[in-house]
């Protein structure tokens, strides 16, 4: 912590500033300038509320220099984590794509879903049986019948299973089903949720919350892994800005950023980010050319008549399309994407 | 829901709007304008997604007409709701004020609040037994002792007690021990939990997202009472803008925008609004004065030494003295306070 | 300036740092600590960039110690400034109120909105000649005439005039008129009419831009004195956030902000910060408590026929009435109002 | 307009509402549903304020059916604007990429940075004579001389200039030197000078504003056009939010939204966007990706002492290799980019 005290701080207000932090247990290191004097304050206490020195008399401004997270820092882990699911590497070369319906609806939907998202190479079958919605009177998911609907759907087609948990006590049986648990933007301060993610044996799909910092992103993570689950990647699903015609604001420079402070994985989820159907194939160009390590995307056979999120959802046609641009693209910037199957 | 064709669209893309319309059970009555045509859908469906029409070709925009809530709103209950909070009136005349610490940290630290927060004239006293922290290596809260703690030390000074519920496995036991269920910003959607603690038989107090728009606000509230309790309040605890110096930026608009649309109580927490000690009366008198139905104060008998929040917190002297400034102020917008006790 | 370097990072890198940091003239103290080394840049460069530091190797985070403003400081002068426009003292005791329309219409309705001004107690008269507006087939202001009638018209009620500049164009004439000029949000970071504005010899009214820190905009406030002209007061008016049911979002906490921030006056302008004319009552309320030196409110004759800002203007009678209330939290907040006139 | 009456309206204010749209000479269509009745205003009154409507009483909600803008709508015109930059197209196949530093700090550094730009295939220099500063202590840009020297040594290398104007004073000047004049974020509604620039017979490159939404940025490309100058292109530059890691949040949905929207071409600066070298490549790569009709970069030859804007800015080997990806990448989304030149 650096405390930077005012210009005109007498002496005995510097000498208390000193004794408050010695008191903390700090050791204080003093550097007089001709203009005002700078406190070093050293000590491990990663969560320790520096508005305590804030607001001491003479104190204009206190930095906190460590970073409140350690094991989700590329400080702590130069090199990048792949995560292992099941025999897939999220993280590595591969570009990994993970696409499926919003909501699963029925046997037939999702498995005409995992029929398509394999056919083109994609690698992991999305679709949530237990949906977070805004309104009381909105479809609230399949449950546990969707669970085995996804996996067996899945499992026919050689794909992993993402999907969401909404409450703690669905983590249980979700891990049962899929390969890969979801927690969505709502969640990702979900204290005592995270908690009891780190004792799950499954990798961990964080999506960014609303109006949540990258640093408030890491340091959930950092509750997952503190308490036992080294396997966590990031999700950029947009953010809210006063921009409204848009459903968020895709923030692409979030890739960069993670790959920057963190050694986990990143993935972009366009669906979520732009929230309208023709803007979500330039986003998922966009996406695998600032160097995400895969996207998350949503399709259905008939998307007007989805039961959640269809205005958002490609075609399975787009898809199609749109997974050739990608291979392209990931080319270029050294990520590879599997060849589609001879017949889609 | 209206929905407005482009100027240019041709008559097939308005039949087959209106079609479409009539296929998701909506009547239509169609206005033929000199420059566009505007399609009137008729029908209760309050969780339709306006964006099914929105991505049909020829239309311009499309706006939902009824708002996504119901039993929440002034339109369905005209005269304010007055919650009965075991003898005390939430959304009368009187002006109600929470006060306490952030943390239950000891039976001393939580009895000689109850006794200040008394003796001003406040009528409830908050203290949080569970704590959300965004560090996983922070303070955690007391759990169920602090629970018994702050119930017996309210029930010496005649106060009622308001405490955070954090997860839906804590809504039992906290239920037992509090008068009020205290819902933080983080969990505002957390629709697993707002379902169950519309089975609970004790007020709710929920506050605003950090990142929530009115409506959605007000959709949590419509959650709970759609799932069977009726007494919500709402609390403004500052909203999440660019501005950093403040820890959030409080939003007192809050309070006329919710008593337009809402007919439930709204109190203002001015101490995370600003999150600095000295900036936290002005914001209070500020709150009464924009019409509140109270006010939510952190306290504690030494905020430099509190376990958490002490740098947002006022000491016991500076409470009194603001509170003498609140009684003034209601009076003026046509509320009452309680006189202080004698003995302070 | 102090730079925190990685926890890792090498003598070498440490040495580089210095080394550059000693290249622009900066003296560097070394602290090495446990973990890690923290450098304190002594040295005045107000405008230093500081990321030239952020991208050297090895460097974790870099902040400036310094406010990169002086004059508009409350460390360069500690008691408030007290602006003497003609007579009238912003800044002191006395509650300053401006009202009066949006636009300067006519020669009539100017002349009413005076003689409703005088008669309440309040002190200087609004009203725009030029108008900013968004579209460029809306209403632009009367020019010079509009000039002319709301100076006529204040003289003959004892009132000032305060009237807004929209380009360096007009400050000549604008400042022949008026006694006070206003700057627009939009034009809060103009720097180069901030500029010309050191060179007048008129206070100048610095409205808040939409998206400005507290930083920028006593920045802009230091441009002008930097430039030659001390008399400037400011003017919060309102955010934008993500909300959009009011106009903007009211940011009371700029009052306890910018008085611990900078010596200079602030006023609270609740008409544009809401935005909806039955919402600008209580925020003019809550802005007299929370300390702020003085209120704009935009009244006119007959608001639904403005020509401009009709919906958020007040009625007369509701102007009289809440100057009423007004005059009451005033004294609250220790506060004086003059007495309205007889007849008013 | 589309005006919402309450859902238990009675019939008298149906009709109070109805004639007061008369009033304000707007023909009205009544749809009266089971629920709550709906009026269609008729008229072409682009700039009516809605909240006029929105105020009366038994109105619920208000909407404008018509964009207020016309001549920078889609609808209006279907086919792309392809602006002709004295031989070179902005908006057609070709990418169009405009690199040099931010400010012109002498002849030899604007001649290094045109050879690299030439030799990399770009086709525009870039460089600041007038410089919008935040502190009035920084550096404010060479002024006449600077633009003699853009535009030398762009000719030498036969590409086009680009350069900001700062204010209505300096636009002739400019407009002599430069090829394209840039208008800077804090300047896009400066409505006065937005004004003068339709009068202009050079294309005009127009900044997002730090909070603009997508409708205020096409209404100020649709001022300069109504003024008499149709040659405006978009520029995505990076808006404010809550994240302060990056100098702004690139929006890249900016990209298919506008040309959803309008017809005018729309470039995407990074630099600006992300404010931090190491993250400009991986956002150009997106820019082109996402469909932008060109990229704004900042180079220079030694960017640790640039006068401005070093750590943003890109090393000359940098930007070369990035235009070897960026050429790529527009390959496949179906744009071209001149070959470089053998020499560079």
Redesign the interface.
Known sequence: M?V?M???APERQVEEVIG?LNGYGF?V?R?T????T?L?A?G?K??F?I??I??LEGV??V?R??T?YKFASR?WKKENTVIDVDGLSVGGDELIIMAGPCSIESEEQIEVSAAVVAATGAQVLRGGAYK????????QGLGVPGLKMIREAADRHGLKVITEV????QIEIVATYADILQIGA??M???????ELGKVDKPIFLKRG??S????WI?SA??II??GNPNVMFCERG????????RN?????A???IK?KSHLPIIVDPSH???????VA??A???????ADGLMIEIHPDP?TAK?????SLYFNQFREMMQ?LR??AQ??GRTLPEPALVA
Do not use: C, W
Request: a negative charge.
């Open positions: 650096v930077i005012n210009a005109d408050k050791d290191h550097s300038g001709v203009r005002q700078v070093g050293i491990v990663p969560d509320d508005r305590h804030k607001v204009s401004d930095y220099v460590t409140p400080t977070p919605r805004s309104s009381p009177y909105a479809f909404m409450e703690i006590n709502r969640n301060q979900n204290f005592s949720m995270l908690r609303l109006s910092t990258f640093e408030e340091m950092e509750y503190a308490n953010i809210r800005t006063f921009e409204t015609y848009t604001t895709l923030d692409l420079s890739v960069p950023v920057q980010g732009v929230g309208i159907r023709d803007k330039p986003l160009r966009a996406g695998v050319a600032v160097g007007p959640s999120d269809g205005p958002q641009e392209m693209i270029i910037v």
